[in-house]
């Protein structure tokens, strides 16, 4: 059942509400896949605003924050993909865009996880990240990339083998 | 054995992106859903600040084009203050503009309207060239004249290769414009024009360019090329990415009399927008190194700009401002929270100098500087003000802000009320 059609001010109140409560999140999410925090704040703040366009459409709700990650995690991916074609979303190299300050929180360790997860295929990288950050079970990861339990789990197992790989290398 | 070694790839994951997670403390407020139609616009026209004090500036730039096309005639010269059948208008306030329509919901570029604000009327409707669509347009030295970006139509951006053709307005005449291709051509068959600037002698335009290609390297140039031969005469580069999108695009424009390029980076601390100035008279290549920050945009307790136009005597930035349907993010309208604020950039101490605030009831509201004179003393602004307690009821209006007040100007009702944000004066 579509909801009936509310107010555009009622509507901004609460996506407002909802964007306060996770955008933080979510930017944290599109920074780990992309590694550039305008272009994750971009992300998310193109998500949101697709919600508020979409949000008339929504048959339930109570699933707008799915949609929203999974508007950011297409966007992640629509970032990887475009890269080289499209100059809106244009991805640095991890030491360019780090501060000083970034670098020594991050630690020399840390920093070469992230680069080697941003070197991971698309599918891999999502499993890897909604795995070990946010900490989703197979099920879950599988329904926020929109793939198969299976997909998921071949996925995860080959980022971590690669990463194993990359990280060997990288001594 | 390292720590490292000893923990699984899993933990390290774990560690790593946390750590990385970290990094991201806070968010910038949701911008308002935009009922103004914005697509990746350069920097609004510069134009007129030389040739209103000096007919030779203007005749320069007229000299310069005619070397390689016979549409601009020596004889235009900028438009009186006080002709024109309709509402007066101020001295140096543009006369003409250009507004290269676009359909938001059909994603599809529309024609190029020119318009006369003086009597509010549409002055031509221009179909691009075959094949293209009309992307952007920047104006010149001369009222009558503007140079515009078309490039191979996709959405929701344009596809290389962009082309840039002169646009000549003559009002009365037997044809009301002529437009003619320039002969400048970005080097590599994939490379994406961000924003451009005619430089106020007319010989030369600066494009502000990134490649594509599976292999490109996501390089920044600013280049200048001739007008007349469409050489690249100078190019700068940096490594990276650096250029930061306001609402309003980019900023890219010419100052102090052609001497130096003005652009907006994500180079300053926690990557805030930061205006820099360019010298385009000294020796360097390298885009950052070789230019310096005169104004920083997003700096904490300032408004963030929706657009930011630097003043061709390069003496002061003028950030206009937007209130979002949030009211913890800002002033709001009664408060302020709409307004046109001019910023020294030769003395970072002074505060910033409203000219213009609104002061009435809203709901959200946004602002764009689209014109100003050489020092900032009288601009042309757009507004986009919801009045509704609910719901959306959007009023748009295009006007010259000089002496704290908005004089609204006539615009032709052919241009969709929502595009006005793309207006080139």
């Known amino acids: 059942m579509t909801q009936a059609r509310q107010p555009a001010h009622d509507r901004s109140q609460q996506i407002t509400a909802l964007y306060q409560a996770h955008a933080l999140g979510f930017v944290r999410l599109a920074f780990l896949m992309t590694g550039d925090r305008p272009t994750a704040e971009d992300l998310v703040q193109d998500a949101f605003l697709g919600l508020h366009r979409r949000w008339d459409a929504l048959v339930d709700p109570g699933k707008a924050l799915s949609y929203v990650r999974s508007c950011v995690l297409n966007g992640c991916r629509e970032v990887y993909r475009v890269r080289y074609r499209r100059p809106k979303f244009r991805l640095d190299q991890p030491e360019d865009i780090e501060s000083a300050e970034d670098i020594a929180i991050l630690g020399e360790a840390n920093r070469a996880v992230l680069a080697a997860i941003r070197r991971l295929p698309a599918r891999q990288r999502e499993a890897v990240v909604l795995r070990y950050y946010l900490e989703m079970s197979e099920d879950q990861a599988a329904q926020a990339m929109g793939v198969a339990r299976g997909t998921v789990k071949s996925a995860t197992s080959r980022g971590l083998a690669a990463l194993a790989r990359m990280l060997k290398e990288a001594k | ?425």
Not at chain 2, 62 to 74: E, G, H, N, S, W
Not at chain 2, 115 to 142: C, H, M, Q
Not at chain 2, 366 to 395: H, P, Q, V
């Open chain 2, 1 to 425: 054995m390292s720590t490292d070694d000893q923990m699984s790839v899993e933990d390290r994951v774990r560690a790593a992106t946390r750590a990385g997670a970290s990094l991201i403390n806070d968010v910038r407020p949701l911008d308002a859903p935009a009922p103004v139609r914005l697509r990746r616009r350069p920097g609004p026209g510069k134009r007129r600040w030389a040739s209103w004090g000096g007919p030779l500036a203007a005749a320069a730039a007229v000299a310069a084009i005619a070397l390689t096309l016979v549409a601009v005639r020596q004889g235009g010269s900028p438009a009186p203050a006080t002709t024109g059948t309709g509402t007066a208008a101020p001295t140096a306030i543009p006369r003409y503009y250009v507004e290269p329509t676009y359909d938001i919901h059909a994603q599809r570029s529309g024609p190029l309207i020119v318009g006369d604000d003086r009597t509010g009327k549409a002055i031509a409707t221009i179909a691009p060239p075959s094949g293209l669509a009309f992307n952007y347009a920047v104006a010149t030295a001369e009222d009558e004249t503007f140079v515009v970006e078309a490039s191979v139509p996709t959405t929701p951006y344009g596809a290389p290769p962009f082309t840039w053709f002169l646009l000549r307005v003559t009002p009365g005449g037997a044809r009301p414009y002529q437009l003619t291709r320039l002969p400048v051509r970005l080097p590599g068959n994939e490379t994406y024009s961000r924003a451009f600037a005619v430089s106020p002698d007319g010989r030369e335009l600066a494009v502000e360019s990134s490649p594509g290609g599976a292999k490109a390297k996501p390089v920044t140039t600013v280049g200048i090329y001739s007008v007349a031969t469409g050489v690249q005469l100078r190019a700068w580069t940096a490594p990276r990415q650096v250029m930061t999108e306001l609402a309003a695009g980019h900023t890219l424009s010419w100052l102090r009399g052609g001497r130096q390029l003005a652009f907006n980076a994500a180079t300053g601390p926690a990557n805030r927008t930061q205006l820099r100035t360019l010298d385009v008279t000294g020796t360097g290549t390298d885009l950052i190194a070789d230019s310096r920050a005169v104004f920083t945009a997003d700096r904490p307790g300032m408004s963030s700009c929706r657009s930011l136009q630097v003043t061709p005597d390069g003496g002061t930035a003028i950030c206009s401002t937007g209130v979002g349907p949030d009211p913890r993010s800002g002033p709001g309208c009664a408060n302020g929270g709409l307004a046109f604020i001019a910023f020294s950039l030769t003395s970072s101490s002074q505060p910033g100098r409203v000219l213009y605030q609104y002061r009435g009831a809203c709901a959200d509201a946004e602002s764009f500087t689209l014109w100003t004179d050489a020092s900032g003393s009288a601009i042309i602004g757009m507004t986009r003000i919801n009045t509704a307690s609910r719901g959306e009821k959007n009023t748009f209006t295009v006007g010259v802000i000089t002496g704290g007040r908005f004089r609204p100007l006539d615009i032709a009702k052919s241009v969709p009320a929502d595009g006005y944000a793309d207006l080139t004066f």
